[in-house]
């Protein structure tokens, strides 16, 4: 099983990026899928999971800033992040799982290898 993300970089507080992952080496459609992240010094937290009907939840801290997205068709996942703010700053980490994913890291199955966001004030 391979994740690749890409789409992360350095943007400004209050701006976007979007971020995607591609899957490979499973039926993509029968898995839930989400995005953790990692700041330095931090345990990894739970950002955001979709599941196979489409079903969203994020942590609490996205607050409305954050939409996950699905393409089965496409074998991808995708963030988009808005408002973003410097605290946002963490690397992003793609993951997905036979079962839900908001319960934390250990509930992972696959994980990407991650992509930077650095969010500057």
């Known amino acids: 099983v391979l994740l690749e993300e890409s789409g992360g970089g350095l943007v400004q507080a209050g701006g976007t990026l979007r971020l995607s992952c591609t899957a490979s080496g499973l039926t993509f459609s029968n898995h839930v899928w989400g995005w953790f992240r990692q700041a330095p010094g931090r345990e990894r937290e739970f950002v955001a999971q979709?599941?196979?009907?489409?079903?969203?939840m994020y942590g609490d801290f996205v607050k409305g800033r954050f939409t996950i997205s699905r393409d089965n068709a496409k074998n991808a996942v995708y963030l988009q992040m808005a408002s973003l703010k410097p605290e946002d700053t963490a690397v992003y980490y793609c993951?997905?799982?036979?079962?839900?994913?908001?319960?934390?890291?250990?509930?992972?199955?696959?994980w990407g290898r991650g992509t930077q966001v650095t969010v500057s004030s």
């Open positions: 979709i599941t196979r009907s489409g079903g969203e």
């Open positions: 993951a997905g799982s036979a079962g839900p994913i908001y319960d934390g890291p250990k509930m992972v199955g696959y």
